[in-house]
């Protein structure tokens, strides 16, 4: 079993910068993609980044491209997401997941945190 917890959330203002961590636990030798996904309110989960632990290969959604950057820790099994010139449109709950393989696909990450809410103000 693999345990996932995000931090880092708040409020920015347009414009700004925050950086997001999640902290995995438990048996995560087992899953070596790690992901970050969002729920904006009233819309379904969105992919928006992933990385491979062995390589370091990433990929991004293209709304983010250019802006957001994925970045890891395999000494501290934990997973970053810095995120610049943050939009109004950015606002959501963000959640960390793992997966086997790397895939912009929710069905393929079976571990998922509890959420971290982004807010972004104008």
């Known amino acids: 079993q693999v345990q996932l917890v995000e931090s880092g959330g708040g409020l920015v203002q347009a414009g700004g910068s925050l950086r997001l961590s999640c902290a995995a636990s438990?048996?995560?030798?087992?899953?070596?993609?790690l992901g970050w996904f969002r729920q904006p309110p009233g819309k379904e989960r969105e992919f928006v980044a992933a990385i491979r632990r062995s390589t370091g290969f990433t990929i991004y959604a293209d709304s983010v491209k250019g802006r957001f950057t994925i970045s890891k820790d395999n000494a501290k099994n934990t997973v970053y997401l810095q995120m610049n010139s943050l939009k109004l449109e950015d606002t959501a709950i963000y959640y960390c997941?793992?997966?086997?393989?790397?895939?912009?696909?929710?069905?393929?990450?079976?571990?998922w945190g509890q959420g971290t809410q982004v807010t972004v103000s104008s």
């Open positions: 438990g048996r995560t030798f087992t899953r070596n993609i």
């Open positions: 997941a793992a997966a086997p393989t790397l895939t912009p696909s929710t069905t393929n990450y079976d571990y």
